[in-house]
């Protein structure tokens, strides 16, 4: 049987939704981390149930050790990322005088650099959706824009008409409104090749075909993306869609949707887009997060050197002061 989680540790989930303004979805792997982590002190303690708010150093050294012969290393950071926040809490409550995880290894940047496809297997992922049904038009819209703005499967699914209205419409740069986390929102570019396939999609040999004689829930009718029954288009669904066609073209063990995100983040920044620019993009809070991207391009990130930096050196770069 499950023990509950101790009360030090719903008040610190409490904590994050209500200020700290984290989703459902963060709030929800949370839970499943800390769960985890109580349930292998229950064990450990045959059963007695060790809390985890007085878990020592070596607790936590030997339960993340556990995880790392076992887990993916995101899933590790995630854990790692849980327990280090739950007992900052405890500290910054008064609710504990030291922090046991102070000394505990971080994962190692190359253990989560991001596994983009080159810009050749993007090219063969999404000239895979062959057809003119229905579900050919939405599975080529679907794999274009989740290229073509890195946005997150959550915002992509979030989509709705009103958000890319004015895309269709422009005769300028299309922009469309995404919805991330924290329920910011924010405005991204939609390339050329991406709004085609959305208006196809759009237009009266797509989505209509798919609507419902009557809608199950009312917000369906404004989503943008739809499953064959009618409904909006879920993760799930979203997963589905790019497995599918990954595996037509022999990329099943390395694509998903996220890794579609982090090839538009790479791609953008080999072909010399500003870190600052793919950040506000993606909606990274921290331009930290955005680097990570460019530790898979360090040619790039020479050449940006050598051309740019007044010490660097070289003759591209700015005459030296003296």
């Known amino acids: 049987m499950i023990k509950p989680l101790p009360r030090s540790a719903e008040e610190y989930l409490s904590w994050l939704e209500v200020e700290r303004g984290r989703s459902p979805r963060t709030l929800s792997a949370y839970r499943r981390d800390l769960v985890a982590y109580q349930e292998a002190a229950v064990q450990v303690s045959g059963g007695s149930g060790i809390p985890m708010d007085k878990a020592t150093p070596g607790d936590i050294a030997a339960y993340v050790a556990g995880l790392r012969r076992t887990h993916s290393a995101a899933s590790v950071a995630r854990a790692l990322s849980s ?12 609710l504990r005088d030291d922090d046991p995880t102070v000394d505990l290894p971080g994962m190692s940047t190359a253990d989560l ?3 983009a496809l080159t810009e ?23 794999l274009e824009v989740l290229y073509g703005t890195g946005a997150r499967v959550s915002e992509v699914v979030s989509l709705n008409l009103g958000d890319v209205a004015e895309a269709l419409e422009s005769s300028d740069l299309a922009l469309i409104r995404v919805l991330g ?5 924010r405005v991204v570019p939609l390339g ?20 419902p004689a009557r809608w199950k829930r009312r917000s369906d009718a404004d989503a943008v993306f739809l499953n064959t029954r009618g409904g909006r ?30 090839s538009c983040a790479t791609h953008m920044l080999a072909r010399g887009a500003d870190i600052r620019v793919v950040q506000e993009l993606l909606g990274h809070a921290s331009i930290a997060t955005t680097q990570r991207y460019t530790k898979v391009s360090p040619e790039h990130l020479r050449r940006a050197y050598e051309g740019a930096h007044p010490r660097a050196g070289t003759k591209g770069g700015r005459d030296r002061v003296t």
């Open 192 to 211: 050329r090749m991406a709004r085609d396939a959305l208006a196809q999609w759009l237009s009266g040999e797509g989505r209509p075909l798919l609507q």
């Open 120 to 142: 050749e297997e993007a090219e063969l992922l999404l000239g895979a959706v062959v057809g003119a049904g229905p579900a050919h038009l939405r599975d080529r819209a679907l």
């Open 181 to 185: 986390k924290g329920n910011k929102e």
């Open 233 to 262: 288009l879920s993760r799930v669904g979203v997963f589905g869609v790019v497995k599918k066609y990954a595996t037509r073209v022999g990329l099943a063990d390395r694509v998903s949707p996220h890794v579609l995100r982090h």
């Open 113 to 115: 650099l991001p596994k």
């Open 83 to 94: 327990i280090r926040g739950f007992h900052r809490f405890l500290v910054e409550e008064s």
